[in-house]
Every structure is written in structure tokens, then in C-alpha cells.
């Protein structure tokens, strides 16, 4: 299928899930510093997999502060699994941390809307697709994208700032309008030609 639009959106949930990534890596550390503190062996597990940790949180608040670059909490998760394996505790936590660390590159991928003469697909872990004639307006306008559906519910949201100026809202604003015109025009004559039986 060729798009003539991409709409990347925005996605909100990734602060959250760094937050979520980060509280549970260091709760993975505490945790693990306690257990090595109170047991008789210096448990040289659980200091690898601590250092090893800090050195990867370290590492992702230095790209996002100062890089702006997206960072990912997996890696951390991951080693996290292997090192709740190994406690004497708590050991069901490495199906949580494998789980969370395989989740996060989906949670964190970027849903895109495509925009085709024939439908618009919006791109998620299962693909939704919509018909022209579900829609009365479709708008992008300062970097949002709002779908009017005819069942009068409206759905918005914030796009990526990828380049986007105001040319390129107003060409896709003129293809929607256009698009939806000619739904508009192909019911209406439809309906006359029903009528005219």
C-alpha cells in the first residue's frame, strides 16, 4: 500500500515508562546491596550485576539530559532478571523484568496514522483501519492531528516535530478535504440515483 501521508505521532507514555524503568532498576539495586550486606558471602553476583546497573543508568541519563536521545531501560531490566534469579527471594521477579525489558521497545515505538486514497491505517501493535466515509473532518493543525469521526466522536493527538511547517500542514489538509469531498460527492449521488428509481 503507498501513503501519500505519514503522521508520526507523539508517544505520551514514554516519560512514563522511563520513570517505571529507572525506580525499578534501582529498587533492583537496593534490594540487591541488601542482600549482599546481610549475607555472609560478599556475593559476587549481586555487586556485578549492582555495578553493572548504575553504570547503564549512568549512561541513559547522561544521553537523555545531555544527547536528547530516547534511551531504553531494557538492558538494566534484563541483567536485573538475571540477578532476581539468583536471590534468595522474590525469584518470580525474573519473569516480571524479562517481561517488562521485551515490552519496552513496542511500548515505546511510535504510532504512525497512514493516509492512502483508499483508507487510513493507524499503525499499532494491531492495525486499525478506517474508511474515508467513517470521517466528516480530518485536520492537522500546530502539530495536532484531529479525526471527526461521523459517529461524533473526535479523537486528537500530538504529532513528532519532524520538519513539519505550515506548507505541509495545508497540502495535507487540502488531500483530507479533497479526499473527503469526494466520499461526500460519491453518497450524495449514491442517494440521488436511489432516489431518482
Same mark, same amino acid.
Given at each position: 500500500?503507498?501513503? #501519500?501521508?505519514?503522521?508520526?505521532?507523539?508517544? #505520551? #507514555?514514554?516519560?512514563?515508562?522511563?520513570?517505571?524503568?529507572?525506580?525499578?532498576?534501582?529498587?533492583?539495586?537496593?534490594?540487591?546491596?541488601?542482600?549482599?550486606?546481610?549475607?555472609?558471602?560478599?556475593?559476587?553476583?549481586?555487586?556485578?550485576?549492582? /555495578?553493572?546497573?548504575?553504570?547503564?543508568? !549512568?549512561?541513559?541519563?547522561?544521553?537523555?539530559?545531555?544527547?536528547?536521545?530516547?534511551?531504553?531501560?531494557? =538492558? @538494566?531490566?534484563?541483567? +536485573? !532478571?538475571?540477578?532476581? +534469579?539468583?536471590?534468595?527471594?522474590?525469584?518470580?521477579?525474573?519473569?516480571?523484568?524479562?517481561?517488562?525489558?521485551?515490552?519496552?521497545? #513496542? @511500548?515505546?515505538?511510535?504510532?504512525?496514522?497512514?493516509?492512502?486514497?483508499?483508507?487510513?491505517?493507524?499503525?499499532?501493535?494491531?492495525?486499525? =483501519?478506517?474508511?474515508?466515509?467513517?470521517?466528516?473532518?480530518? /485536520?492537522?493543525?500546530?502539530?495536532?492531528?484531529?479525526?471527526?469521526?461521523?459517529?461524533?466522536? /473526535?479523537?486528537? =493527538?500530538?504529532?513528532?516535530?519532524?520538519?513539519?511547517?505550515? !506548507?505541509?500542514?495545508?497540502?495535507?489538509?487540502?488531500?483530507? =478535504?479533497?479526499?473527503?469531498?469526494?466520499?461526500?460527492?460519491?453518497?450524495?449521488?449514491?442517494?440521488?440515483?436511489?432516489?431518482?428509481?
Amino acid at each position: 500500500m503507498i501513503y #501519500q501521508y505519514v503522521v508520526t505521532l507523539k508517544n #505520551q #507514555q514514554t516519560r512514563y515508562l522511563d520513570i517505571l524503568g529507572l525506580l525499578l532498576s534501582l529498587l533492583s539495586v537496593l534490594f540487591f546491596f541488601r542482600e549482599m550486606s546481610s549475607s555472609n558471602n560478599l556475593g559476587l553476583v549481586y555487586l556485578l550485576g549492582s /555495578v553493572v546497573i548504575l553504570i547503564i543508568l !549512568a549512561r541513559n541519563y547522561y544521553l537523555s539530559n545531555y544527547r536528547n536521545k530516547k534511551v531504553y531501560y531494557s =538492558r @538494566a531490566m534484563l541483567l +536485573a !532478571a538475571l540477578v532476581w +534469579a539468583k536471590m534468595p527471594y522474590f525469584q518470580w521477579l525474573f519473569f516480571v523484568f524479562i517481561a517488562l525489558a521485551l515490552l519496552e521497545y #513496542q @511500548a515505546k515505538y511510535a504510532i504512525e496514522i497512514g493516509f492512502s486514497d483508499k483508507e487510513i491505517v493507524l499503525n499499532t501493535l494491531f492495525k486499525k =483501519r478506517f474508511n474515508w466515509s467513517q470521517f466528516t473532518n480530518i /485536520v492537522l493543525k500546530d502539530g495536532i492531528i484531529t479525526l471527526d469521526f461521523k459517529n461524533n466522536k /473526535v479523537w486528537q =493527538r500530538e504529532i513528532e516535530d519532524d520538519e513539519d511547517d505550515d !506548507a505541509d500542514e495545508d497540502e495535507f489538509n487540502a488531500y483530507c =478535504r479533497e479526499r473527503l469531498g469526494l466520499v461526500t460527492n460519491n453518497n450524495s449521488t449514491s442517494f440521488n440515483l436511489e432516489n431518482s428509481k
